[in-house]
């Protein structure tokens, strides 16, 4: 098999797999039916979400996504535009909820004045959302939604 067959190989089986998740034309890929030696029109961007609507977190520890636009926003070494809505002094103002106090708690526990450095560049936990199609389904189950399996009985005279 020479060099650019392998690679066509390689592809089908990977589009393949694709096709089956996505039940799509098994060659398509991310890139449309557009022929191989030509170059593909990419999709237009999709739109920031910007409703405002608190969404519910998949588990507690979740850190909530953001409902809103941060295009521009500036979040820095110098300045933290989150903070100006999000900080503690800031909230009657701007009507956001707080960061919640593990942002203030530094490694040993403590409950600090300022956002704790481990918690300054929100976008590390935080995403906001956009309206792009889901390339692949989302088979997620929220942990209420998952049924209780019947418990395993281990077979009579099992157990050593
Ligand atoms: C102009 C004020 C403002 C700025 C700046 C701002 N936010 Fe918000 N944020 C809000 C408000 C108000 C809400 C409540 C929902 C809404 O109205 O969008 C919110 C909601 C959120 C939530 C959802 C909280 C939850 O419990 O679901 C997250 C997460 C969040 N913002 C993160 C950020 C991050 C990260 C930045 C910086 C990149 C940022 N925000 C900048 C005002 C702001
Ligand atoms: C290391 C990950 C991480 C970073 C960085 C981070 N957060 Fe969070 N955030 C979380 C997690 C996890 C939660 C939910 C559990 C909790 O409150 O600790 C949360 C909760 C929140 C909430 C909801 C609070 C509530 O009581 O409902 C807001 C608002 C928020 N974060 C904003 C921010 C902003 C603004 C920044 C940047 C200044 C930031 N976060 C940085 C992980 C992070």
Known sequence: MN????????????GGAFAQAAGTDPLAGLRGPTPIEQESR??????????????????PAQPPVIPH??????????????????????????????????????????????????????TACHVPQNDARLPVKNTFQDFYEVRPQPLATPARGSRK
């Open 69 to 122: 636009q941060i295009d521009n926003y500036q979040l820095d070494l110098r300045f933290n535009k989150c903070m100006d809505c999000h900080g503690r002094s800031r909230t009657q103002e701007s009507q956001a909820p707080m960061v919640s106090v593990t942002h203030y708690q530094d490694r040993d526990g403590n409950i600090r004045q300022e956002i704790s450095p481990r918690r300054y560049f929100c």
């Open 42 to 59: 990419p999709a237009p961007l999709p739109k920031p979400v910007n409703d405002d609507v608190r969404r519910a977190r998949s588990y």
């Open 3 to 14: 060099r650019l067959a392998a690679i066509v190989a390689t592809a089908v089986v990977a």
